[in-house]
């Protein structure tokens, strides 16, 4: 099944613990992408992949930093987190980064950061 | 940059009644606008998009609309049925000028609950 696989689901975390978000997918996607999403904002951007080694800020950047080794998985590290990042997390991928198509979207990860 | 209003934010129908989701966009070169569905605890879907060299799409139940000169866009459903509750985005993207990758903008969402 074309997928796009997010670990952990939920994370309960402490201010400062570094962690890692996986993202993999098994489309052979080039494009991949990091959104959070908040009560009255959405969905925002925070950094996104052209492909292997290419990775570039989106719209929320600070305190994450993102790795594209291989074409399949992109995780997102927050070296340092604070409450502010409290969030749900989505992964997505696409076929084409022109934007000829549209995101595959992972089930999301809810962080929580005391 | 681009901005992407969505309204309303909440809406409420009774079952097999129509729902409509509008959006406007503010960036006249955006030319490729998808509508995600995201159901409780999942990740939003691509349920239906369109791009700028057509006014209408229909799939089923769905139906999207795009007026390029008042830069607005909508999301139709007809006889809305529970598991139509959701909530649904609104996306606009372009691609730069200088080439790169096509920026996507979504909306803040629609939360839509069909009353059985």
């Known amino acids: 099944e074309a997928q796009v696989t997010q670990n952990p689901r939920y994370l309960i975390t402490v201010t400062g613990k570094k962690l890692t978000v996986t993202c993999s997918q098994n489309m052979n996607h080039e494009y991949m992408s990091w959104y959070r999403q908040d009560p009255g904002l959405g969905l925002r951007q925070i950094y996104y992949?052209?492909?292997?080694?290419?990775?570039d800020k989106g719209d929320v950047p600070e305190g994450y930093k993102v790795s594209r080794k291989e074409k399949r998985n992109f995780p997102l590290i927050l070296e340092s987190p604070s409450p502010n990042q409290t969030s749900l997390y989505f992964c997505a991928s696409s076929l084409d980064p022109m934007g000829n198509y549209g995101y595959t979207f992972g089930s999301g990860t809810r962080l929580t950061v005391v | 940059g681009e901005n992407v209003e969505q309204h309303p934010s909440t809406l409420s129908v009774q079952e097999g009644d129509s729902a409509v989701i509008k959006c406007t966009y503010s960036?006249?070169?955006?030319?490729?606008f998808p509508w995600y569905k995201q159901e409780l605890g999942k990740g939003p879907q691509l349920i239906i998009d369109i791009r700028s060299n057509v006014g209408e799409k229909k799939d089923q139940r769905i139906a999207v609309t795009l007026n390029k000169t008042a830069k607005h866009f909508s999301l139709h459903i007809t006889e809305t049925q529970p598991e139509d509750s959701a909530v649904y985005f609104c996306?606009?993207?372009?691609?730069?000028?200088?080439?790169?990758?096509?920026?996507?903008?979504f909306g803040i969402g629609t939360k839509l609950q069909v009353i059985p």
């Open positions: 996306a606009a993207s372009r691609r730069p000028h200088s080439g790169g990758y096509q920026k996507v903008t």
């Open positions: 992949s052209m492909n292997v080694e290419v990775t």
């Open positions: 960036d006249s070169a955006s030319n490729y």
